[in-house]
């Protein structure tokens, strides 16, 4: 019993029940949902650079810790052959599921990609994200429960739910011309989890945020973020730059920048941290086809030239969709010349 | 909001009981009754008619809230809008908040602040002709009654007179059940601002109720 209680009795006396006539408010809500998509075009490039960081940095720089700190059972060959200074096309896709499994699981979707090209030498690093809204020719996939998927115009993003990693290879390389030889699947907790592991991420902002959408609340200078805050970080749209889409891409840039920077330094500073890094990169991070040991040490060791700074961020050119406005589709030539490192041998 | 209202379905979206259950195509399964609502609303992303289930959720909530507010002749078409709004901005929603009350609770408060004349006259009209007042009831009930509808008439009439702003925190926490978190998050304002301004109503509500029942307790 508190001073609300008045209140609250007098909330009850004022109460009605829902009428029946209530059904009328869903009708207009369907009848919304049924209306041609007036959607609001947001390729949602958010996670798509902070994943990809932290899959390459799980994938590539952190296993040779491992490795270091006692596990002598990856002996077993690479099924990559030997994969250390070869140039390698990476899929990056950044699922949402929340389970360890994201790959069999209905609702799983893979709200990013990301292609990762790691050119011989791994000197420079080309990361390309792949807008969600992006229409494409599927391919017939065979789903895990052994049917297949017709082929067909649909967007780029539903090819990993219709039909896992193998569809959204598939896919990207009927699309991108480009051949995948190696896909990661990162999911949304995984991404937080490992930023956590790390000890978080110093970021500098300009001036102060409020955002209550993404939760994000931050004075103006340095912060250190964990997890979450690095995900409300990398989410934020409100409140901070110019608000656009573009702004939102630099500044993920950076975020990848300085975790990438973060992983590098912790490999040296902090062996078992690192470790813990590493493990968590393990958890939420899979690979296909299945790197073994043996394999992410080579690529691991490869890895130490490469310099963070010097790796380069883009966006699939696209165009919109002549038949509707709210899709895109891809911008061949463009895409040909953003593609082409991929292609090199 | 009421002890027998419609509770929502605190049900968290988890592992899965059967990893190697078969990918089905989004776009046509059914919405699985345990995901919570930032994953109905992701999904209605890609397929709108998901978005149904938010209001099969919530509607009764918001429409006891709305109709203790406004009546329940406003209510009806503001629970309507509330979710036609939701609707279209279902892609600004953050998907880190599993429940998506806060943000229906703040959608609806907006809408509501258009009806603030409404809303007060619906509170001065208690002091005239009380809705469930007291008098249906046996005899012995209706004279208790008499005194605790006075006090509530006495308390609709401060509600009446309370700034909007003050009065939409108040009846956030105490009719709408929300914390000072989730109040901040619907209004989008500071939680030091939801603790000011409900501490300015309380002690604006508790003068009223002074007048007529000395006895009420302090919160």
Redesign the interface.
């Known amino acids: 019993m508190d001073d609300l209680s008045p209140l609250r009795d007098l909330g009850r006396a004022l109460e009605h029940d829902p009428p029946p006539s209530l059904a009328r408010q869903r009708s207009r809500l369907t009848d919304a949902a049924h209306a041609p998509r007036r959607r609001r075009l947001r390729p949602r490039g958010w996670t798509a650079l902070a994943l990809a960081a932290c899959a390459v940095a799980a994938l590539l720089i952190v296993p040779s810790v491992l490795l270091r700190s006692g596990g002598h059972h990856g002996r077993a060959l690479s099924p990559l052959g030997r994969v250390d200074d070869r140039p390698l096309n990476v899929l990056v896709l950044g699922s949402d599921a929340r389970g360890a499994d994201a790959v069999h699981r209905d609702s799983a979707r893979s709200d990013t990609m990301a292609l990762v090209r790691l050119p011989a030498g791994r000197a420079r690093v080309t990361v390309v994200s792949l807008p969600r809204d992006l229409v494409v020719q599927l391919p017939a996939c065979v789903r895990p429960d052994g049917r297949k998927t017709r082929p067909g115009p649909g967007l780029i993003n539903s090819a990993y739910s219709m039909g896992g990693v193998s569809c959204a290879i598939k896919t990207v390389e009927a699309v991108t011309s480009v051949r995948v030889d190696q896909a990661v699947v990162v999911n949304f907790k995984g991404f937080a989890h490992m930023v956590d592991v790390l000890g978080g991420v110093t970021v500098t902002l300009p001036k102060s945020v409020n955002d209550p959408a993404s939760g994000l609340h931050l004075s103006a200078g340095k912060h250190k973020l964990d997890g979450k805050g690095a995900l409300a970080y990398a989410r934020v749209r409100h409140g901070m730059g110019d608000g656009s889409d573009l702004d939102r891409i630099k500044r993920q840039q950076r975020l990848m920048a300085d975790l990438y920077g973060e992983a590098l330094h912790m490999l040296t500073s902090n062996p078992i941290r690192f470790a813990q890094f590493l493990k968590a990169g393990a958890d939420s991070v899979k690979t296909v086809p299945g790197l073994d040991l043996a394999g992410m040490k080579a690529l691991a060791e490869s890895f130490k030239r490469t310099d963070p700074s010097k790796a380069h961020y883009t966006t699939l050119p696209y165009r919109f969709s002549p038949k509707d406005p709210n899709r895109l589709v891809v911008n061949e030539p463009a895409a040909a010349r953003v593609l082409a490192p991929f292609k090199q041998p | 909001?009421?002890p027998g209202g419609p509770g929502r379905q605190d049900t968290v979206?988890?592992?899965?009981a059967t990893?190697?259950?078969?990918?089905?195509?989004?776009?046509t399964?059914p919405p699985?009754v345990t995901?919570d609502d930032a994953?109905l609303i992701?999904?209605?992303h890609?397929d709108?008619?998901t978005?149904?289930a938010l209001?099969?959720r919530y509607?009764?909530m918001l429409?006891?809230y709305v109709?203790?507010?406004l009546?329940?002749e406003t209510?009806?078409?503001l629970?309507?809008d509330t979710?036609?709004a939701a609707?279209?901005g279902r892609?600004?929603?953050?998907?880190?908040?599993p429940d998506a009350r806060p943000w229906l609770f703040g959608i609806a408060t907006k809408i509501m602040a258009r009806h603030h004349r409404r809303e007060a006259a619906h509170y001065r009209a208690?002091r005239r002709s009380p809705?469930?007042g007291p008098d249906d009831g046996p005899a012995d009930r209706v004279a208790a009654g008499v005194a605790?509808w006075e006090?509530?008439a006495e308390?609709?009439g401060a509600?009446a007179a309370l700034p909007r702003r003050d009065r939409d925190v108040?009846?956030l926490?105490?009719?709408g059940d929300l914390s000072y978190e989730e109040v901040?998050?619907a209004l989008?304002?500071?939680v030091g601002t939801v603790r000011s301004r409900l501490n300015r109503a309380?002690r604006k509500?508790?003068a009223a109720?002074g007048g007529v029942?000395p006895t009420?307790?302090?919160?």
């Open positions: 909001m009421n979206d988890n592992e899965p990893p190697g259950k078969a990918v089905v195509s989004t776009m399964a699985a995901a994953e992701r999904r209605s890609d709108p008619e978005f149904a209001f099969d509607s009764g429409y006891r109709s203790r507010r009546g329940p209510a009806e078409d629970v309507g979710f036609l609707f279209g892609h600004r929603y953050d998907l880190s908040h208690l809705v469930d605790a006090s509530r308390l609709a509600l108040l009846l926490v105490a009719w901040a998050s989008s304002i500071p309380r509500v508790r109720l029942d009420a307790e302090e919160g």
